[in-house]
């Protein structure tokens, strides 16, 4: 695996591989890999004939007062893992490769930033549409691979790479969980022990809402009233942020669910005392 910090460099990698007709597979991600981000790699080797792997920890997706300075960073033990999983490329730029002085051109997906997540992270996914497009320009490649996990952040990809006529292919994939439910994510490392083993009440409360659907209840907001309150009466949750239905192609609100209707998006975020949590599930109909 070649390790690349230079934008002119992976360029000029990218434009070689190109000359040689490979199909070129990209992995944005923002490093403290784990099973969600090696099945992402897995994913695009089996599809593509080159991987290109970024791990940039990207400073504008983060407001004032997250969590930019304590998250977890592992670049070497991450090599070793990517490599393993037969990555041909990591690009890993600095912040100043990527915003240098002066840098002032934003991507905003309007409507999409500021619902769910995007209204108690303003600013958040103008960092993320942003920087997802800087690395696509870079990289150029044929497929770039999402999790489903960020449900919001591949939505607002998808609209920005169709918005832009951008020439990639959006692949979308499924959410990798612990034993227990609980999604893999880098910011599990933040939660106590006795967090941990709560934290996965987010998963069960999407899954209730799933079972009770599919049981015939049409009513979504009898439900989300329900679970929100399920939710916040566990002691180890701090705050619910959000617990929505929406579309799963335009995120648009559901209160209710309609004859024709084949999936619903089920949305939360939550703190699990200071470390903020988002799960989602797709019900289908
Ligand atoms: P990061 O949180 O590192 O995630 C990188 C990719 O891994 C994203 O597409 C994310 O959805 C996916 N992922 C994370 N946990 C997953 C899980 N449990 N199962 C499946 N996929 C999972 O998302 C970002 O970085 C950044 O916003 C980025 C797109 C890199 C832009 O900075």
Not at 68 to 79: A, E, I, Q, T, V
Not at 87 to 96: L, S
Request: charged share 30%; aromatic share 8%; with cysteine.
């Amino acid at each position: 695996m070649k390790e690349i910090k230079k934008i002119i460099e992976c360029k000029s990698v990218v434009e070689k591989l190109r000359k040689k007709g490979y199909k070129i597979g990209f992995v944005p991600t923002m490093g403290s890999l784990h099973d969600g981000h090696l099945n992402l790699i897995r994913m695009a080797g089996r599809e593509c004939d080159c991987v290109i792997m970024s791990i940039f920890l990207n400073p504008t997706q983060f407001g004032p007062g997250e969590d930019l300075g304590k998250y977890p960073r592992n670049f070497r033990k991450d090599c070793i893992k990517a490599k393993n999983e037969g990555v041909d490329y990591m690009f890993h730029p600095g912040v100043e490769e990527m915003y240098p002085p002066g840098h002032r051109t934003w991507v905003e997906v309007g409507g999409l930033s500021s619902i769910m997540c995007g209204r108690f992270r303003p600013g958040h996914f103008k960092g993320v549409a942003t920087v997802v497009l800087k690395l696509l320009d870079i990289i150029n490649p044929d497929n770039a691979y999402f999790g489903e996990k960020d449900y919001q952040q591949m939505v607002i990809v998808r609209r920005m790479v169709k918005d832009l006529n951008l020439g990639v292919k959006i692949i979308s994939c499924p959410t990798v969980r612990e034993e227990d439910g609980l999604a893999m994510s880098s910011r599990n490392k933040y939660l106590s022990k006795e967090e941990r083993k709560e934290a996965v009440i987010l998963y069960r409360c999407l899954n209730m809402a799933d079972s009770m659907i599919v049981e015939g209840e049409k009513n979504l907001k009898k439900i989300k009233d329900k679970l929100k309150g399920e939710l916040k009466d566990n002691k180890f949750v701090k705050k619910v942020d959000y617990f929505d239905f929406r579309d799963p192609l335009t995120l648009e609100k559901k209160n209710r669910v309609r004859s024709g209707d084949k999936e619903v998006l089920a949305a939360a975020a939550a703190w699990i005392g200071n470390t903020r949590l988002i799960d989602n599930v797709i019900i289908k109909l």
